[in-house]
């Protein structure tokens, strides 16, 4: 480290030197390109504003210089010259700004390049508005609104480009899940967002942000790596400072962050001032196997000229995206300049005149719309490529990624916004690994310890096993099945061992779950595999998979269908409504008869004679077989309406009776009726507060043996009338039982089995994704078959289906009734009036002819 330290300020000293010997030639030698003595030149000011101190401030003050000395050296007849005034801004924001201020109202400049951090963009965005001079932007940082800012012109690759790129490279490598390294600083804290928004564009999570100041102790990032080391994601993005990053680095290979199954990713603040030529040994070792990203710039004959120049003149072997870009940037400056025909300010310069920042009273320049316009036309062919300004920024270029082998660095793939990643092979990863770490995320040097809960009563689910021989615990049943066919499906390995976890009284409750599960909160467990319920309290703690059993609760109780009472077939209806449907076919039947008496010849002669064939009529609409010929229309009309109601009565009847004999019912509203339950689970509370349960009698019971029994027994030999427990259990005991006993209700009222794991464990959602595939393809149905012996599908057709048989009362048919009373009502009345009407016809027909419309009518009657 102190090496790299010393390093540092030797290049940084030798950078200064340049720029010092840079100025001091254009000084004493008039004949320079800059030519500031020829009357026959126009001297335009450009403003500088960068860091001096930094290495990335000299780098870009450099390329700018050799910019205007080429540009001035092929474009001799130009009639402008630049004329640079750089100022140093030593990285404080508040002296940039008044560095700018000094430049535009000093020395007029038309231009000003630098603005290398995002607050120095916004700050200077705002000042270009007001003084309409352009403002060039070295920043990668994201950039601001065009339309609000029109005089920031950002020359570089907007960051966020990078980020996507990224995210598309993890979601190659099917990464779920990564760790972002960021500098505590301002550009780091800028990034973090838009990082975030596009690894969750493709569904990638950024677990762990962790964040390390360039001024970090050694010991400070040592600690914060064996932090990092302790959590299970192998894939970090760093995202920091070059030299910052050079720390990082060497730090993560001496914790062991560097060997097989790690992946390491560095953006481009990185791998642009990756010089393997003048890293020391340690550096370029520990950077083996890392990927990193570059933007692409195509390969020609200025670049090549350029980067000779650039190696006899720096220490650097070749020059970065940012060298290139700022000398880019210088020839689309003075290119614009020319063509806008710019002069000089006709007040001069002042220089020496320091003046208190008046930023409501500071001029307007006169030619900066003219030289914006030129800016965003201007195009031409340089080091970068196809060099124009779309929407007042610089297009992206595609990204190179790289991976860094030996003392070099090697191209395994490209990447663009169109077409995505392409290649990705041939990859050596840390340690000296050719399998992506995808692979090996989980292998770590000890395996997941499982713990598994000593079940008693219950062994189908779960069962332990000691082996005396290896002293290894061996784990069986259903869920153990479901698991191991979970993990068996992932596309990596992941080594585990169960170990037991016991209770002093071997009886398993819901407080030893809950401490089992706090286990994993405290890492003395990786995971639990058992029966352990979904609930809202414990997910606040650890993470839980997809239920693999189904949800809620559901109740039996012994099947009594062979112990039904004589006269089972009248429960659907009340005594009141069989009483009343009764009565209703005496007076249907008395009814049709007044009203055929007269002129039905079926319904004449003695009493013994009519009354057995009006009741065949009556009580033959039961079933619709009916046959007797009426002679008027109101019995026609009557028997309409009657048999509607017939009809509705029968189907209703045969509905309740059919679901009284499909669904063994049993009377949960009854107080204190008798009902068991899983000792110690939280089943206890659930049967509480059901509305359906008036003050019941909780009988606790711990293996499904005791079910049995206490169910045969009832509650007149010690036991329960009914078992509410979780439908897993449930099913389980069906299953064993199922020809003596019979499931009456479900509600899904709880959340099923779940497998348990440490908050963010990347496992959950793979063995969530595997568990569905599983119930999708039928295998969780066949483990079910495996142990719980048969057919486990025993829900009732009615998943809701309610706890107590429904009784049709009087009160439920009291519409019908009303029609059937307003009917019998109605016909006595109308007959009345056709009497009345027929016999005073029959006397006026003798006294006066009868009109044709009065006989139409009386032969419908």
């Known amino acids: 480290m102190e090496l790299m330290s010393c390093r540092k300020h030797i290049i940084l000293t030798f950078m200064m030197l340049m720029n010092i010997t840079y100025q001091l030639h254009g000084l004493s030698n008039p004949s320079h390109v800059v030519n500031m003595s020829s009357s026959s030149k126009h001297e335009i000011p450009i403003g500088v504003i960068v860091d001096m101190t930094s290495l990335f401030g000299q780098m870009v003050h450099h390329s700018i210089r050799m910019a205007i000395s080429d540009f001035y050296s092929l474009n001799d007849e130009c009639k402008t010259r630049l004329v640079l005034h750089t100022r140093d801004s030593k990285g404080n924001p508040l002296r940039a700004l008044s560095d700018a201020f000094d430049l535009l109202e000093n020395l007029k400049v038309q231009a000003i390049i630098g603005l290398e951090t995002l607050l120095q963009a916004k ?44 995210a598309a490279i993890a979601e190659s490598f099917q990464w779920t899940n990564v760790i972002l390294v960021h500098e505590d600083s301002e550009f780091g804290r800028e990034s973090v967002p838009h990082i975030i928004d596009s690894f969750q564009d493709k569904k990638i999570h950024i677990s762990y942000k962790s964040s390390i100041s360039s001024l970090a102790t050694d010991d400070q990032i040592i600690d914060e790596l064996r932090k990092l080391s302790d959590m299970q994601e192998r894939v970090f993005v760093i995202h920091v400072s070059h030299f910052l990053a050079f720390r990082i680095l060497v730090y993560a290979k001496r914790v062991g962050l560097m060997s097989q199954g790690y992946a390491w990713i560095v953006t481009d603040k990185t791998m642009n001032f990756f010089d393997p030529i003048d890293l020391d040994e340690e550096v370029l070792e520990s950077f083996q196997g890392v990927l990193g990203l570059k933007y692409l710039i195509p390969s020609s004959i200025q670049l090549r000229n350029f980067s000779r120049r650039w190696r006899k003149e720096s220490l650097l072997s070749s020059p970065n995206i940012f060298n290139i870009l700022a000398y880019d940037t210088t020839f689309a400056v003075a290119t614009a300049v020319e063509r806008a025909e710019i002069r000089p300010s006709k007040d001069g310069k002042k220089v020496g005149a320091l003046m208190a920042m008046d930023f409501t009273n500071i001029r307007e320049s006169e030619s900066g719309k003219i030289l914006l316009k030129e800016l965003l036309n201007v195009r031409f062919k340089g080091l970068s490529g196809e060099f124009h300004l779309v929407n007042s920024k610089f297009i992206a270029k595609p990204l190179e990624i790289v991976n860094v082998i030996g003392k070099g660095e ?36 000890k395996k997941l310890r499982i713990g598994v809960p000593m079940l008693v009563g219950f062994e189908d689910f779960l069962t332990v096993e000691q082996n005396p021989l290896t002293n290894e615990t061996i784990a069986k049943g259903f869920c153990v099945d479901v698991f191991n ?44 595999v058992g029966d352990t319920t979904i609930t809202a309290n414990r997910s606040l703690y650890v993470d839980f998979t997809i239920p693999y059993t189904d949800l809620g609760v559901g109740t039996v109780t012994r099947d009594d269908q062979n112990l039904r009472k004589i006269w089972w077939f009248l429960e659907p209806l009340d005594a009141r409504m069989w009483i009343a449907a009764t009565c209703s076919f005496f007076i249907i039947g008395a009814t049709i008869w007044v009203i055929e008496y007269p002129i039905n010849p079926t319904f004449q002669g003695p009493w013994q004679d009519v009354v057995g064939p009006v009741l065949w009529f009556s009580f033959s609409t039961l079933t619709f077989s009916h046959k007797a010929k009426f002679m008027s229309n109101l019995s026609r009309l009557l028997v309409i309406v009657w048999l509607f109601i017939v009809l509705i009565m029968v189907t209703c009847y045969n509905a309740a009776l059919s679901s009284m004999l499909t669904i063994q019912q049993i009377q949960l509203t009854r107080r204190g009726i008798d009902i068991g339950y899983h000792a110690g689970s939280f089943i206890e509370g659930v049967i509480v507060n059901n509305s359906n349960f008036k003050e019941p009698s909780l009988l606790p019971y711990n293996s499904l043996a005791e079910y049995a029994s206490a169910l045969a027994g009832g509650s007149k030999k010690g036991g329960v009338v009914a078992i509410m427990d979780e439908f897993p259990y449930i099913k389980l005991f069906l299953a064993k039982y199922g020809s003596a006993y019979r499931l009456v209700s479900y509600e899904p009222s709880t959340n099923g089995f779940g497998f348990v794991f440490p908050k963010g464990s990347p496992l959950v959602p793979d063995i969530s994704r595997e568990i569905s595939k599983l119930r999708e393809e039928g295998e969780l149905l066949k483990l079910e078959k495996k142990w719980f012996k048969k057919d486990s599908s025993f829900l009732p057709e009615d998943s809701q289906a309610p706890a107590n048989l429904t009784i049709l009362t009087l009160y439920n048919f009291r519409g019908l009734f009303y029609i059937g009373g307003v009917m019998l009502a109605f016909m006595p009345l109308a007959y009345l009036i056709h009497f009345v009407y027929t016999y005073a016809f029959l006397i006026y027909h003798v006294l006066v002819a009868p009109p044709p419309l009065e006989l139409q009518m009386l032969n419908f009657l």
């Open 485 to 528: 066919a979970a993990i068996e499906a992932l596309s990596y390995e992941v080594p585990y061992v169960f170990v037991p976890f016991s209770v002093a009284n071997k009886k398993p409750n819901s407080e030893t779950y809950n401490q089992l599960i706090y286990e994993v909160y405290l890492q003395n467990f990786d995971a639990v």
């Open 123 to 166: 700050l200077f965005s705002i000042l270009g508005e007001k003084t309409k001079v352009p403002f060039l932007s070295l920043t990668t940082s994201p950039p601001l609104n065009a339309a609000a800012h029109r005089y920031l012109l950002q020359m570089t690759p907007d960051e966020t480009i990078q980020w996507k790129g990224l």
């Open 410 to 445: 090697r191209r395994v793939g490209i990447w663009t916004e169109d077409d995505g990643v392409n290649g990705l092979e041939g990859i050596i990863w840390p340690g000296g690994s050719l399998i992506p770490p995808r692979r090996l995320i989980l292998q770590t040097s």
